[in-house]
C-alpha cells in the first residue's frame, strides 16, 4: 500500500494549489481518504475527507468554501482543490487511509491505516 501526495508550493494570498494523493494496493471505494496538515509549532490537524463507499465529503469550519476534495476512481487518486488561499493554510499537507473520515479527521490519528509522505504548502508574498 501507497499513498503519494503531490502538489504543495509557493503561492501568494488568495491563489490556488491542486494536491494530488495517488493510492496504489486498494481501489478507494474501500477505505477514507482525508487530507491533514501540520503547520510550524502546531499539531496535525484535520481538513478534509472523502468517505469510500459513498464519496461523502467533510471539511474543517475553517476551509469550507475554500477547500474542494474529490476523487477519480479510475486513476484512484484524491484531489484537494484549495482556492483563495490564506497565510494560515501554510503547513506540510499529508494524504491519510482509514476505515472511515471520522478516524481520519480526529486528532486521535491511531485509527488512521496508511499516510502518505507530505507536501508543502506556503501561502505567502
Known amino acids: 500500500v501507497q499513498l503519494q501526495a503531490s502538489g504543495g508550493g509557493l503561492v501568494q494570498p488568495g491563489g490556488s494549489l491542486r494536491l494530488s494523493c495517488v493510492v496504489s494496493?486498494?481501489?478507494?471505494?474501500?477505505?477514507?481518504i482525508g487530507w491533514r496538515r501540520q503547520a510550524p509549532g502546531k499539531e496535525r490537524e484535520g481538513v478534509s475527507c472523502i468517505s469510500g463507499s459513498e464519496g461523502t465529503t467533510y471539511y474543517v469550519d475553517s476551509v469550507k468554501g475554500r477547500f474542494t476534495i474529490s476523487r477519480d476512481n479510475a486513476k484512484n487518486t484524491v484531489f484537494l482543490q484549495m482556492n483563495s488561499l490564506k497565510p494560515e493554510d501554510t503547513a506540510v499537507y499529508y494524504c491519510a487511509a482509514g476505515p472511515f473520515c471520522g478516524k481520519v479527521l480526529v486528532r486521535d490519528t491511531s485509527g488512521v491505516n496508511y499516510w502518505g509522505q507530505g507536501t508543502r504548502v506556503t501561502v505567502s508574498s
Open positions: 494496493g486498494f481501489t478507494l471505494e474501500h477505505y477514507a
